[in-house]
């Protein structure tokens, strides 16, 4: 018997597309599995060090309530272990920890009296804000850069380039002690001590863009020139589309993915990045309660506000990761 060949395409077709979706999906579990993984490690981390750190947990949280740094009896450290499990194995600790962290428990602030998921939602938003200003900052610095410098002579790609690797090596500390000195106490252009306000908000931000636009300044540069030299920008000339119209409408857009993903490590690295910038322009946020709770040994607090910002990476990574994944379907034949 005989099967025509508008019989045969239907079959054909449908094989291919389920397999591609189940390679997709076998990929997004293993991105995901990967994503529970690295958490994982995280929580586990940050107990073990809590663990094994020098001192006793009990007589430290007893010193930081009461104010006075002296020895302990056993009989007052008794009800504080028996309070926060601290006499009892180290296994079941590590599982009474992890089923507090399930059930949102990030534990008591030892200094504070108060739960620490509740610190850390009152100042998270200065923080956060602080991070996606700095993070859109860096982006309105690099692409007009991008532009300007990448494919076009050795000269000027090579000054482009190194402009982005000084500035992707700056201190950020430095960045904003030079920021403050000049914009702050010289010119007096914003206030010295930082607030939640916009004007407050400036500096610090630059702070944190400079170093980040340099870096997704190079990851731009670096595809925008490989972009440069395929066909479809020799046809788009050819068309008579201007240079201008080609870099900005069709090479850019190539050039933009890899930073997209660069972008995801770049949340992570400015959460943790405000530790110093909020010291440095004393402004409110998680970097300066963070500072604070380790000069006072509140290990409850610190080891809270290091999950989460573990968390945030982790997530944000793996939201860029699949998205980067569904988008680009040359990722989608390979796991």
């Known amino acids: 018997m005989t099967v025509s060949l508008a019989e045969a395409i239907p079959i054909g077709n449908g094989r291919p597309r389920r397999r591609q979706a189940a390679t997709l999906l076998q990929r997004v579990l293993l991105r995901i599995g990967f994503a529970l993984f690295v958490l994982w490690g995280a929580v586990t981390t940050v107990f073990l060090v809590l663990a094994i750190l020098p001192g006793d947990r009990a007589t430290i949280l007893l010193n930081i309530t009461s104010g006075q740094a002296i020895e302990r009896t056993p009989e007052e450290l008794a009800p504080i272990n028996a309070r926060y499990g601290f006499d009892q194995p180290i296994a ?41 200003a700095a993070l859109a900052l860096a982006w309105v610095f690099a692409i007009p850069w991008t532009l300007l410098t990448a494919g076009r002579s050795q000269r000027l790609g090579s000054f482009g380039s190194a402009a982005e690797t000084v500035m992707a090596g700056l201190p950020q500390y430095w960045i904003g002690i030079l920021l403050l000195v000049v914009f702050a106490i010289e010119l007096r252009w914003f206030p010295v001590i930082g607030g939640t306000a916009l004007v407050d908000t400036v500096l610090p931000t ?38 201008a119209g080609v870099r900005s409408r069709h090479v850019l857009r190539h050039a933009l993915i890899p930073a997209i993903t660069l972008s995801g490590w770049a949340i992570g690295h400015l959460l943790s990045g405000t530790v110093l910038v909020e010291s440095v322009f004393a402004r409110p946020g998680l970097g300066s309660v963070l500072v604070n709770a380790v000069s006072n040994k509140d290990f409850a607090l610190v080891a809270g506000i290091v999950i989460l910002n573990s968390f945030i990476y982790v997530v944000i990574n793996l939201i860029v990761d699949l998205v980067y994944v569904v988008v680009d379907p040359r990722l989608r034949g390979s796991v």
């Not at 600790?93 to 739960?115: C, I, K």
């Not at 540069?221 to 000339?237: G, H, I, K, N, Y």
């Open 92 to 132: 079941a600790q590590y599982g009474r920890y992890v089923f507090g962290l399930l059930h949102g428990d990030l534990g008591t602030s030892y200094e504070l009296q108060r739960p620490v998921l509740n610190i850390i939602r009152e100042q998270i938003a200065p923080t956060f804000t602080l991070a996606i």
């Open 206 to 243: 630059v702070t944190l863009a400079i170093p980040l636009a340099g870096f997704i300044g190079q990851s731009i540069r670096s595809e925008f020139d490989r972009t440069m030299r395929e066909p479809f920008v020799l046809s788009a000339r050819a068309r008579g589309m201007s240079a």
